[in-house]
């Protein structure tokens, strides 16, 4: 072995220590359910399925294309999806971005309900009781909202509800961003 | 309590574990090898939900709509390549319990080796220096 002085031989182990501790440290802030998607930089999957306001109109991967928009995943049964219903009023509201939504696994009937008593931020809905619209778009909670651009491809995914400071400080500002790139 | 109560209650206990075998659901196959495919396959992929299970234990609602998609695919004839790109395709290398071995993770799977070699090294050449302190 190389003849190294005396102090470095005591500091070694503590430099890798801290290293150690680091990396375990970073390891500790990653939230597990947080899954990043598969689906940036990809179009939207096709799919073709009622919409939830009338059975006998339909809506397609088509209709969410053309301009930015959110697309939110969203469920009666869904606790979080609650709470972030106020800040999809807010957003709808604005006038911003349009924001769609897909009923995930839910009654038609509850789903209207919710919608006419807590106000409906959504200009269409897409109905998929089944859950396969959302198979085909990797839907594994609510809620979910993707960020979608003007060619129909997926740009960014949120996990969980949105809060007023996200939709402020980190979505906006990227549909902003995204309406900037050219059309192609 | 004498010995016999306590034998009794630990029995009593492990009874209860064999409900674990009658947990999935009752998937009927055309054959011996479509079967064997769907304990194969449900085993190697995870639960997003409940993380730490297959999908073939999880109760949670995706967990049995993954099962019942994976089943359709299996009667059709897919191949277990394609089930498992149609999943990974749609939920990314997370839903693996074995992450894949590429580029990105070559570090992952190689790293335990390599600081095992790292440890056989280290411990040879202090060895070997304690060897010579002795000799002199």
């Known amino acids: 072995m190389m003849k190294w002085p005396g102090y470095f031989k005591l500091i070694l182990p503590v430099i890798v220590f801290g290293l150690l501790v680091y990396f375990l440290w970073q390891g500790l802030q990653y939230n597990p359910h947080i899954i990043p998607s598969p689906f940036i930089g990809k179009r939207i999957p096709d799919f073709k399925s009622q919409t939830l306001a009338n059975p006998n109109h339909s809506i397609s991967n088509n209709d969410l294309s053309g301009k930015v928009i959110l697309l939110n995943v969203f469920a009666t049964w869904c606790y979080a999806c609650r709470a972030e219903h106020s800040v999809l009023m807010d957003i709808h509201n604005s006038g911003e971005v349009a924001v769609y939504g897909l009923n995930y696994k839910d009654k038609r009937t509850l789903a209207k309900q919710v919608l006419k008593k807590y106000g409906n931020p959504y200009n269409k809905v897409i109905y998929d009781p089944s859950g396969k619209v959302g198979i085909n778009l990797g839907v594994y909670g609510t809620p979910e909202t993707f960020i979608i651009d003007r060619r129909g491809i997926i740009r960014y995914k949120y996990i969980g509800p949105i809060s007023p400071n996200e939709w402020q400080d980190d979505i906006l500002p990227k549909v902003k961003q995204l309406r900037e790139e050219a059309a192609v | ?136």
């Open chain 2, 1 to 136: 309590m004498n010995r016999f109560v306590i034998y009794l209650i630990f029995i009593l206990i492990l009874l209860t574990c064999i409900g674990n075998v009658f947990a999935s659901d009752k998937y009927l196959f055309q054959s011996k090898q479509q079967a064997n495919q769907f304990f194969e396959l449900t085993h190697e992929f995870r639960c997003l939900v409940c993380q730490n299970e297959t999908i073939e234990a999880s109760y949670a609602p995706l967990a049995v709509d993954l099962r019942n998609q994976i089943y359709k695919m299996i009667l059709q004839g897919k191949s277990s390549s394609t089930i498992k790109s149609y999943l990974v395709s749609r939920y990314g290398d997370f839903i693996l319990f074995k992450p894949p071995f590429n580029r990105i993770t070559f570090f992952l799977w190689v790293s335990p080796i390599l600081f095992l070699f790292i440890g056989f090294l280290f411990v040879y050449f202090l060895n070997r220096r304690e060897h010579k302190l002795l000799q002199h």
